[in-house]
């Protein structure tokens, strides 16, 4: 089984101020990594993902993310955060090759933006 | 507009009560979801189904039970044997089973039982 840490369950910062929400997880194969988002009340949302190729993969609205294999991590980041990114974020990985193709979820990172 | 419904957003029942938790998709995919979110706990996995007529347990099994009778719906039924069915559940589809698939989430329905 699969296991996905998301060091830091509350990180607060002010607009403008960069930002990084830290993912770590386990596994015993290779494996797909993803970071959903999920605004209050609804469901989640791709924000982007790694499935092969260049370690470091962005998001159309400034997030981008970098998969260090050596240190099992796929941490995100955004230089400099708007209040419209308050949110929850989830990291997920699937196993590659896998028959059952589930997700497994960290347990969240609320990101809380300040004026 | 394609995409995953599911309704009611809010639910109440009494304890003791089953309820059943609906799960509509008009994307055409293959594979379906169901996940329970609690506070700090992150998403975790009820079931899912591949196909159409074919579905898993996923890690929490017990006290739900789901049917896939047609490819666009996989609705969720919380059984009175399920010890603490207060949660926000969220639906989900992908294209197919394969772990590159991103998958589609609905908007969620909060169940509260008292």
């Known amino acids: 089984a699969q296991s996905v840490t998301q060091l830091d369950s509350q990180v607060p910062v002010f607009e403008e101020a960069p930002v990084e929400l830290r993912c770590n997880y386990s596994s015993s194969v290779s494996v797909y990594l993803f970071w959903y988002v999920q605004y209050p009340n609804q469901g989640l949302q791709l924000l982007l993902k790694y499935l092969s190729g260049s370690t470091l993969v962005e998001s159309i609205n400034g997030f981008e993310a970098e998969f260090n294999k050596s240190q099992t991590s796929f941490h995100l980041r955004k230089p400099s955060v708007h209040i419209s990114d308050t949110a929850e974020y989830f990291c997920?990985?699937?196993?590659?090759?896998?028959?059952?193709?589930?997700?497994?979820f960290g347990r969240g990172t609320q990101l809380t933006v300040w004026p | 507009d394609g995409g995953i419904t599911q309704s009611p957003k809010y639910l109440f029942r009494k304890e003791g009560q089953n309820v059943t938790l609906s799960c509509e998709q008009n994307?055409?995919?293959?594979?379906m979801y169901w996940y329970r979110q609690d506070p700090g706990q992150g998403l975790r996995l009820i079931y899912y189904s591949q196909i159409v007529n074919d579905f898993q347990k996923g890690d929490i099994a017990e006290g739900y039970s789901v049917s896939r009778e047609k490819k666009e719906s996989f609705p969720l039924t919380v059984t009175s044997a399920q010890k603490n069915p207060t949660a926000f559940y969220l639906c989900?589809?992908?294209?197919?089973?394969?772990?590159?698939?991103?998958?589609?989430f609905g908007p969620g329905t909060r169940l509260t039982v008292t």
């Open positions: 989900a589809s992908s294209i197919n089973w394969q772990g590159t698939n991103e998958q589609y």
């Open positions: 997920a990985v699937a196993d590659r090759g896998s028959t059952l193709g589930r997700l497994y």
């Open positions: 994307l055409n995919h293959d594979a």
